[in-house]
């Protein structure tokens, strides 16, 4: 009887050995990994603020001031350069200025950021805000001194975090909300 129940033990277990010996994913297999169907083009984004909406296309955010950040990519284990306008620069276009008057307003917003995949993500603004943070957020439009074909045209980049989860490819939508501070 004891012999059954080894014998049944072994056969039972034999797909676990296997399965444990077999490559891991995790392991930088990627010839393993299926590839991720590429992410929608965005050709421009719409950024909302108190009731108000406007449309920024490549080419006008090319027109504002620039900034170029070399940062890595925790999940491709490579370094990569990105070049767009600043997070901020693009706020104050829709009316989001950082100024004295506007800290208050800064510290109580939050800005949903969305791609062409409907993948999001959150930032408070004033992380995405230079008077508040050391960290860099932008709209890139360009990655390696080229037209950002592989993300989608627009990303969200930031030097923020220690990995790429709140980077957004495809960037189509940024939406700021405010909570006014209770009395």
């Known amino acids: 009887m004891k012999l059954i129940t080894v014998a049944a033990l072994i056969l039972a277990l034999a797909p676990l050995s296997i399965a444990a010996q ?19 083009p965005s050709k421009s984004i719409n950024v909302t603020f108190e009731g108000k909406t406007i449309t920024l296309t490549i080419e006008e955010l090319l027109n504002l001031p620039q900034v170029t950040l070399h940062v890595h990519n925790a999940h491709r284990n490579t370094d990569e350069t990105y070049t767009g306008p600043l997070l901020a620069d693009v706020l104050a276009r829709v009316g989001l200025k950082a100024s004295r008057e506007t800290q208050p307003l800064i ?33 890139a439009v360009m990655k390696s001194g080229l037209p950002n074909t592989e993300g989608g045209a627009i990303e969200l980049i930031n030097t923020v975090d220690a990995k790429p989860a709140r980077w957004v490819h495809g960037l189509t939508d940024l939406n700021i909300m405010s909570i006014a501070p209770s009395k």
């Open 22 to 40: 077999a490559p891991s994913k995790q392991g930088g297999d990627t010839a393993m990994e299926p590839a991720k169907p590429p992410v929608p």
């Open 107 to 139: 510290l109580h917003s939050s800005l949903i950021a969305t791609g062409s995949d409907h993948y999001f993500v959150l930032y408070s603004v004033a992380e995405v805000e230079p008077s508040f943070s050391t960290g860099q957020v932008i709209v």
